[in-house]
């Protein structure tokens, strides 16, 4: 289990006047919308403006990503599932979207909470997606990780 080694949950963060995207996959539905309630909770706890959008798989999440930084947005939460088939198209959409994601956070200068689920299985997604008897909820670190990286970008360039 990928767990290993997380850090001890912080404080509770107030994010109250960030606009933040929430932008999810389609595919793995029952994984994915875990991973959304565990981003809009977390969201929701720290007073953040949030709204969602859908695009049609990973491979999508960055150029949704690079609009939602131009239409405003303080934070991105980029969620997808991808899981490895028989075929090297999980190592393609795995390295695409991570670096597309990266590139576009560092271009805004602004950041993209990373909720990319890249699986061996299904038994994977549903152990990380928050859901009643998951291990752990990478929709919610993906925000925590977004907000606050957003407030302390902020802070950094007073």
Do not use: C
């Amino acid at each position: 289990m990928s767990g290993a080694g997380a850090p001890t949950p912080q404080q509770p963060i107030d994010a109250t006047g960030l606009n933040v995207v929430i932008i999810a996959g389609t595919w793995h539905d029952t994984i994915t919308d875990g991973l959304i309630a565990g981003a809009e909770r977390t969201l929701n706890a720290a007073h953040a403006t949030h709204r969602l959008v859908r695009v049609p798989g990973s491979f999508e999440l960055a150029l949704a990503a690079q609009a939602a930084f131009a239409g405003g947005a303080d934070a991105v939460v980029a969620l997808g599932v991808i899981i490895r088939g028989g075929t090297p198209h999980f190592e393609y959409v795995s390295a695409a979207t991570t670096d597309g994601l990266t590139r576009v956070s560092l271009d805004a200068g602004k950041p993209v909470g990373f909720g990319v689920l890249t699986l061996d299985d299904e038994k994977q997604g549903l152990d990380r997606a928050g859901l009643e008897g998951s291990k752990e909820d990478k929709g919610a670190e993906a925000a925590d990780a977004a907000i606050r990286t957003a407030l302390l970008v902020k802070q950094l360039r007073g």
